[in-house]
């Protein structure tokens, strides 16, 4: 857990951004009560860094993380942030793909979703907290 970290008075959402080489900065906030474990997880290891793949209206990239289903959906949001247990990576749904397979719903793109559109396969992503 990321000690000393609080948005406003509510520790369960946590502001991160996405940082894209060449295309710009995606806000979002990861959200404890969908997927507890999954995001606890992810927060101790930011920032995190990949390169991005794209599938249908999706990028996704691989993290050091082996988790299993947690409360996991294979339908989601347009704007959804996941992680996809079957690939060990997290993905940011920009358009109306669904997941591959089941994915942890772990919390949601809050500004830029449309300037993932402008993205290649290759290019490298960061994700870290926003303070």
């Known amino acids: 857990m990321v000690v000393g970290f609080m948005v406003g008075d509510d520790a369960s959402r946590v502001p991160v951004r996405f940082i894209i080489e060449n295309v710009g900065e995606l806000e979002g906030e990861l959200v404890r009560f969908m997927a507890p474990r999954t995001v606890d997880a992810i927060i101790r290891r930011l920032p995190i860094e990949g390169r991005i793949a794209l599938w ?17 959906k294979s339908i989601v949001e347009k704007g959804t942030i996941a992680y996809w247990p079957r690939g060990n990576a997290i993905c940011i749904f920009f358009g109306e793909s669904q997941p591959y397979s089941p994915v942890n719903v772990i919390g949601k793109i809050t500004g830029n979703l449309e300037m993932l559109r402008n993205v290649r396969s290759g290019v490298r992503i960061r994700l870290e907290i926003r303070r």
């Open 56 to 72: 249908k209206e999706e990028i996704y990239f691989e993290v050091p993380l082996k988790m299993g289903e947690e409360k996991s």
